[in-house]
């Protein structure tokens, strides 16, 4: 899956951020993986993918943190 590659790395490219902005780009490549498969066969490019899977999974934390 080539969405999978690309969270892969964006994983090794966070190693290169800040040490206190490392724990993001981890987050943000773990969130680009989690809907990955299902977007990569409806949009075809992986790097589109991957940001789709990666947004969805920011709305759903920002929706619970205005649960709270």
């Given at each position: 899956?080539?969405?999978k590659?690309?969270?892969?790395?964006?994983?090794?490219?966070?190693?290169?951020?800040?040490?206190?902005?490392?724990?993001?780009?981890?987050?943000?490549a773990?969130?680009?993986?989690?809907?990955?498969?299902?977007?990569?066969?409806?949009l075809?490019d992986?790097?589109?993918?991957?940001?789709?899977s990666?947004?969805?999974?920011?709305?759903?934390?920002?929706?619970?943190?205005?649960?709270?």
């Open positions: 899956m080539g969405a590659d690309v969270s892969q790395r964006w994983l090794k490219a966070s190693k290169a951020l800040k040490k206190e902005d490392q724990v993001y780009g981890q987050r943000l773990e969130m680009a993986k989690k809907h990955s498969s299902e977007a990569f066969y409806a075809e992986p790097l589109e993918a991957a940001i789709f990666a947004l969805v999974e920011l709305f759903k934390e920002l929706e619970k943190k205005r649960e709270l």
